[in-house]
């Protein structure tokens, strides 16, 4: 009897061997579920005055800042290889942020000359300005300050400024960042009301207080400066519904895609936002992420180039129609290969 039972288990199992589709590389890619390409990637820039200046960032091994003329160079590569889009921050210099933020609006500041030069120089990628206060503040919040309290309203009506100030200068995509509220429908209605109803606006719609984005701050040059926390406008870690309901509300206002911001710690945001909205959904996997991978592949842990394609690989199964990474011209590359 066991033996016929045992007979009977082998032929029922003889039928279902997954692994007949895995046992060859052809075979592994005509069944394979998700599909990664250059066009998926959007490379994050970070830009400095100067020219043919590069600064290495000690906490992102391998990422610079740039001066414009570089920034250039490198928006060819990145064209060159296949990436549609890139994301510009600037590092503004010391003396020129503020308690105001007023060079946020300046039509001559760093983001404007570099959107302006590499729209001139490469018209065929597409541009993401950054529309946050943090790169020009003087307090490193991406809010206006008072008595300790971010001002919602009167940081929106500056971050207007600076958008249309970007659109002015090149920008074809305008990213809020900042999380205040009704920001999206106000910048949509300005961006309208000026003549540049073709901007689109990538709104970061869940945006986390995270630690994850200690070198990015480096980067840019707000960590050292930032007093206190941003908890009050940036979510709750330990939520996933109010997420929903903040990219809802962007969409309503009228924002074209969403972000999910950081990436890998929050793909269950990534799916949930996916299977509720018939919008693009985008994450950055920030530089918390990158350097994760740096510093534990430079350290032996894993091999850095399978790891870098497995993580961004992650957010495409997840449902992200594209990746915010670091690793864009390298993982382009690669995948052309």
């Excluded at 429908?185 to 606006?201: C, N, T």
């Excluded at 399978?306 to 864009?328: H, N």
């Amino acid at each position: 009897m066991a033996e016929q039972w045992a007979k009977h288990d082998l032929e029922f199992l003889a039928g279902r061997r997954l692994r007949r589709s895995r046992a060859t590389g052809w075979s592994r890619a005509m069944v394979r579920e998700t599909v990664l390409t250059p066009a998926d990637l959007i490379w994050p820039l970070f830009i400095i005055e100067g020219h043919n200046e590069r600064t290495a960032i000690k906490t992102m091994p391998g990422v610079e800042r740039l001066s414009i003329d570089l920034a250039v160079a490198a928006a060819k590569a990145a064209r060159d290889a296949g990436i549609p889009a890139l994301a510009l921050f600037p590092n503004t210099p010391d003396h020129l942020r503020s308690e105001g933020a007023e060079e946020a609006f300046n039509p001559d500041n760093l983001m404007c000359r570099v959107l302006s030069a590499i729209k001139s120089a490469v018209p065929d990628i597409g541009l993401i300005a950054d529309v946050a206060l943090d790169e020009y503040s003087s307090d490193g919040q991406d809010g206006l300050v008072r008595d300790g309290k971010i001002l919602n309203d009167e940081t929106v009506a500056v971050m207007i400024k600076s958008a249309l100030a970007q659109s002015r200068a090149g920008a074809d995509i305008i990213a809020p960042s900042d999380m205040m509220d009704g920001r999206v429908g106000a910048i949509r209605g300005a961006l309208d009301a000026g003549g540049y109803e073709d901007r689109q606006i990538m709104s970061y719609a869940a945006k986390y207080a995270s630690c994850f984005y200690g070198p990015f701050r480096e980067a840019v040059g707000t960590g050292a400066r930032l007093k206190g926390d941003k908890r009050t406008y940036q979510m709750d870690y330990a939520n996933s519904d109010e997420a929903l309901r903040e990219i809802a509300q962007d969409i309503d206002e009228g924002a074209d895609s969403v972000m999910v911001k950081p990436g890998m710690p929050y793909l269950d945001i990534v799916r949930r936002a996916k299977d509720a909205f018939d919008v693009p959904i985008y994450a950055y996997q920030v530089s918390g992420e990158y350097a994760m991978i740096e510093f534990a592949s430079a350290a032996g842990g894993f091999n850095r180039e399978a790891a870098m394609l497995e993580s961004l690989f992650a957010f495409k199964r997840a449902g992200c129609s594209g990746v915010l990474t670091y690793y864009a011209l390298e993982a382009a590359r690669v995948l052309g290969r």
